[in-house]
């Protein structure tokens, strides 16, 4: 007699016909109290389980002149046979090799992203213009992508554009005082100060919206608030308007991202068409205030500069 057995022995009998069991010697105690214990002649094999089986299928091959009893079975807190819970286990793992690669990638991107903008900033020294240009970078990217199906365009209305609004007020404060933090201080002081969003997260979400964080949360921060205060103490070249550029910055992302929760909630658009529409809204409210801030003439003298100082490199 022989069972298919499956994640380490985790399918066991619990009912077969009685005319099976007066052919042959069949002993299976009760799946819900573990161990089982199969006999089969002399031989005695013990299964210790953690939780109960049932039972999803039972099958007897008639093999030489012995029956063989196949019994398919699963955990009594799944909701399907434990092959596919087998794939749904892969599937995980899958999952979260590709959040890993996300976020590898995001993190590539963003320290190349921030290197060009010090360049940048370093021979053309206008922030705002350049905070607006790279949402119009962006934006434009995202409206070629929907105009030649790379990727499918959002279905929206007045309501989602409603509730994107607060979001992306967030997100053009975030995203300017970071970029003028950068045109004052050096980018690693800047990435160290922004390092320390999650520390601001937890405040805000503790004082405005009441959640509780494990103590483990909080032990955590120490050693970000630590070397935040000693990066800011040691550093050589520290400028006020930098540092508290990465500041605001730091508390304007954490809106953003409180704002964002609460909007992506029952929302159907994918979450880079989300990226997307928050940059072109963003692109619309920066737009009039980097005018009123520095201006074309500022612009004009500045490009004239850098042209001369630099030469036509300065553009790609």
């Known amino acids: 007699m022989s069972f298919s057995l499956k994640?380490?022995?985790?399918?066991?009998?619990?009912?077969?016909?009685?005319s099976v069991l007066q052919r042959r010697s069949l002993s299976c105690r009760s799946s819900i109290l573990p161990p089982l214990v199969f006999q089969n002649n002399s031989k005695r094999t013990n299964l210790s389980l953690s939780k109960p089986l049932h039972v999803s299928a039972v099958e007897i091959i008639a093999k030489d002149k012995e029956p063989v009893i196949k019994c398919r079975a699963y955990e009594a807190d799944k909701s399907q046979p434990i092959e596919a819970a087998a794939e749904e286990v892969k599937s995980e793992a899958a999952k979260r090799v590709k959040i890993g690669i996300y976020f590898a990638t995001w993190w590539a991107l963003n320290?190349?992203?921030?290197?060009?903008?010090?360049?940048?900033?370093?021979?053309?020294?206008?922030?705002?213009?350049?905070?607006?240009?790279?949402?119009?970078?962006?934006?434009?990217?995202?409206?070629?992508?929907?105009?030649?199906?790379?990727?499918e365009a959002p279905k929206t209305d007045f309501e989602f554009w409603k509730t994107l609004f607060p979001v992306a007020v967030a997100h053009t404060i975030g995203h300017v005082a970071a970029t003028v933090s950068m045109s004052k201080v050096a980018v690693s002081f800047t990435h160290i100060i922004k390092s320390g969003e999650p520390a601001f997260s937890v405040l805000v979400s503790s004082l405005l919206l009441g959640e509780s964080f494990p103590p483990a949360v909080y032990l955590s921060l120490v050693p970000i608030i630590g070397g935040c205060a000693l990066a800011a103490v040691t550093e050589l070249n520290f400028n006020?308007?930098?540092?508290?550029?990465?500041?605001?910055?730091?508390?304007?992302?954490?809106?953003?991202?409180?704002?964002?929760?609460?909007g992506m909630k029952g929302n159907s658009v994918s979450g880079m068409n989300y990226y997307a529409c928050l940059s072109m809204l963003s692109l619309v409210i920066l737009t009039p205030f980097a005018i009123a801030v520095e201006g074309p003439q500022m612009w004009a003298a500045g490009w004239e500069k850098a042209l001369s100082q630099i030469g036509p490199q300065f553009i790609w």
């Open 7 to 18: 994640q380490s022995a985790l399918a066991a009998c619990n009912d077969v016909s009685n």
């Open 111 to 151: 320290v190349v992203f921030n290197i060009y903008n010090k360049k940048v900033l370093n021979a053309y020294p206008y922030p705002w213009l350049t905070s607006t240009l790279s949402l119009a970078c962006g934006s434009l990217m995202m409206l070629i992508s929907w105009a030649t199906r790379i990727a």
């Open 240 to 262: 006020m308007t930098g540092f508290m550029g990465a500041m605001i910055s730091n508390l304007a992302f954490v809106f953003r991202n409180i704002f964002s929760k609460k």
